[in-house]
C-alpha cells in the first residue's frame, strides 16, 4: 500500500465557480440582466402591479439564504442547519404582524396565487362557493375566473360593479350573498380604485355566515402607510403580496387574528401546498417590512395616492375618461373607447415612447382580454423615483399625446410625437434616477 500523500490537484473549474462574477459566468444573462437595469432607468414604470424595490431588499433577494432548505416553521424544521433561518423567519412574521397589526402571520407563500390557494385549502372544500369580485370588473384570476383553479375546483358566485357609476353596489353584494350563501366572500381585487367598505362587507358576511377574506396585494402598501383603511380587525383573514405598493420582493403573506384558523393555514401552506420555503425571499420580506415601519414609507404611501389623484385629473383634463371617475388608491383603468384606440394598441405605441403600462379590460367590456378597450395605470414605481403631482400631470398629458396620435394614425402611431415624448421621458428619468450607485 503507498504511503505517499496525496496530490493537491489544480482545479481551476472550482476557482471559477467561487470567484467568477455573472458577466464572466454567463455574458448572455448579464447582458439580459443590464439590458433591464437600463429598461427600468430609461423608461417610466406605470404598471400599477410594479415597483422598484431597495438595493437591500435586492441584496437580501440574492443572499446565501439562497442555498438553504428550511422545511417546517421556526423551531420546528425537518432540515438541520437552520438556526439562522429561524432568525429571518422570526423577524419576518412579527414585523408583519407589527406592520398591519395583527396576531398571526405567514411569511412562506411563494407568490399571490398560493397565498389564496392556501386559503382555499384550508378553509373550503372542493365544490364549495365563494364569492369574489367579477374579473371583468377588476376582480383577480384567484378570484373564480373558470380558467383558474379557484374557478375549476369551487364553485365561484361573482359580484360586479354597476354600469352607471362603476362602482361596487353593496346593496347587491348583500342580495346575492344571501341568495347563494357562500362559505367565504373575498373584498379586494386588481384594478378597482375605489375604497373597500370593509364594514359592508363585515357586515354581509356575518349575515350570511361567511368567512371574509380580504385580498389586498395591490393597496397592502397603502393600509401599511395609513392611506387606505385596514382590513383589520373587520377581516377574518387578509392575504397580499409584498411587492406591489409594499415595495418588498415578489412573494405572498396571509395575516389573521383567531388562532383558530392558525393550524389550518400553516398546513395549507406547508405541507399542503410547499416544500422548502425561499428562505432569500423571506429575508428581503423582512428587509421590506422594516422599511415600511419607518415614519418615510408613510409619507412615501400617501405620496403615492396623491401622485394618482394628479395623474387621473391630468389624463381628464387631456380628453380621457377614468374609470369610475377618478381613484381614491395608487391605480385606474383608462378608457380608450371614444378615441377608438385598444388597450393592446395604446400599450404597445406608449412603450414606444418609453411609457411602460398594460392593456386591461374595463367594466362591460366589449373587447377581448388580449385586445381590451381600456389600459391600467399605477404610481407606486414613479413614487418611488420621487415623482410628485407635478410629474405625474406631465405624465398624464404626455400618455395623452401618444393616444391621439394612435387615435390619428392607427396602431402605427404618431412618429414624430413618440419621439418627442421619448425626448421628455428621458429628462424626467434623468432628474429623477433610479439605481444610481449600481
Known amino acids: 500500500m503507498s504511503t505517499a500523500p496525496a496530490q493537491i490537484v489544480d482545479t481551476p473549474a472550482m476557482d471559477a465557480f467561487w470567484n467568477d462574477d455573472l458577466a464572466t459566468a454567463d455574458p448572455e444573462i448579464a ?40 422545511e417546517g416553521y421556526p423551531g420546528k424544521r425537518y432540515y438541520g442547519g437552520c438556526d439562522y433561518a429561524d432568525v429571518v423567519e422570526t423577524l419576518a412574521i412579527e414585523r408583519a404582524k407589527q406592520l398591519f397589526g395583527c396576531n398571526f402571520a405567514n411569511v412562506q407563500p411563494n407568490s399571490g396565487s398560493q397565498m389564496n390557494q392556501a386559503v382555499f ?67 379586494g381585487g386588481t384594478a378597482y380604485s375605489r375604497t373597500w367598505d370593509f364594514e359592508a362587507f363585515r357586515r354581509i358576511a356575518d349575515e350570511v355566515g361567511a368567512i371574509l377574506l380580504c385580498d389586498m ?125 385598444t388597450g393592446k394598441d395604446a400599450e404597445k405605441g406608449l412603450d414606444r415612447a418609453w411609457l411602460t403600462c398594460n392593456k386591461n379590460g374595463i367594466p362591460f367590456d366589449t373587447r377581448s382580454p388580449f385586445v381590451t378597450s381600456g389600459i391600467r395605470l399605477g404610481t407606486p414605481a414613479g413614487t418611488t423615483r420621487g415623482f410628485g403631482p407635478a410629474e405625474f400631470r406631465t405624465v398624464g398629458k404626455l400618455i395623452a399625446e401618444v393616444v391621439d396620435g394612435l387615435s390619428k394614425n392607427g396602431p402605427e402611431g404618431d412618429a414624430q410625437v413618440e419621439e418627442s415624448v421619448r425626448s421628455r421621458v428621458s429628462e424626467l428619468c434623468r432628474a429623477f434616477p433610479v439605481y444610481p450607485g449600481m
Request: net charge neutral; glycine share 10%; with cysteine.
Open 217 to 341: 396585494s395591490h393597496i397592502s402598501g397603502l393600509v401599511a402607510g395609513g392611506a387606505h383603511p385596514s382590513p383589520f380587525p373587520l377581516c377574518d383573514i387578509v392575504t397580499s403580496t409584498t411587492h406591489k405598493s409594499l415595495r418588498g420582493p415578489r412573494s405572498g403573506i396571509i395575516l389573521w387574528n383567531d388562532e383558530k384558523f392558525t393550524k389550518p393555514l400553516n398546513m395549507a401552506v406547508f405541507p399542503g401546498l410547499q416544500g422548502g420555503p425561499l428562505m432569500h425571499v423571506i429575508a428581503a420580506k423582512a428587509v421590506a417590512f422594516r422599511e415600511a415601519l419607518t415614519p418615510e414609507f408613510k409619507d412615501y404611501a400617501h405620496r403615492i395616492v396623491e401622485n394618482a389623484r394628479a395623474l387621473a385629473a391630468s389624463l381628464e383634463e387631456n380628453g380621457l375618461r377614468i374609470v369610475s371617475g377618478g381613484t381614491d388608491n395608487h391605480s385606474m383603468l383608462v378608457d380608450l373607447s371614444a378615441k377608438d384606440v
Open 121 to 187: 385549502l384550508a378553509l373550503l372544500q372542493p365544490g364549495d362557493t365563494f364569492m369574489g369580485l367579477d374579473l371583468n370588473s377588476g376582480g383577480h384570476l384567484t378570484h373564480g375566473s373558470p380558467v383558474n383553479m379557484s374557478g375549476k375546483w369551487f364553485n365561484p358566485v361573482s359580484y360586479g360593479v354597476r354600469e352607471g357609476d362603476e362602482r361596487i353596489d353593496m346593496d347587491e353584494v348583500a342580495r346575492i350573498a344571501r341568495e347563494h350563501k357562500p362559505k367565504l366572500i373575498i373584498c
Open 31 to 70: 447582458a439580459a440582466i443590464s439590458k433591464e437595469l437600463g429598461r427600468q432607468r430609461d423608461k417610466i414604470e406605470l404598471i400599477a402591479s410594479e415597483n422598484i424595490a431597495s438595493r437591500a431588499v435586492l441584496e437580501a433577494t440574492g443572499s446565501v439564504f439562497t442555498n438553504k432548505y428550511a
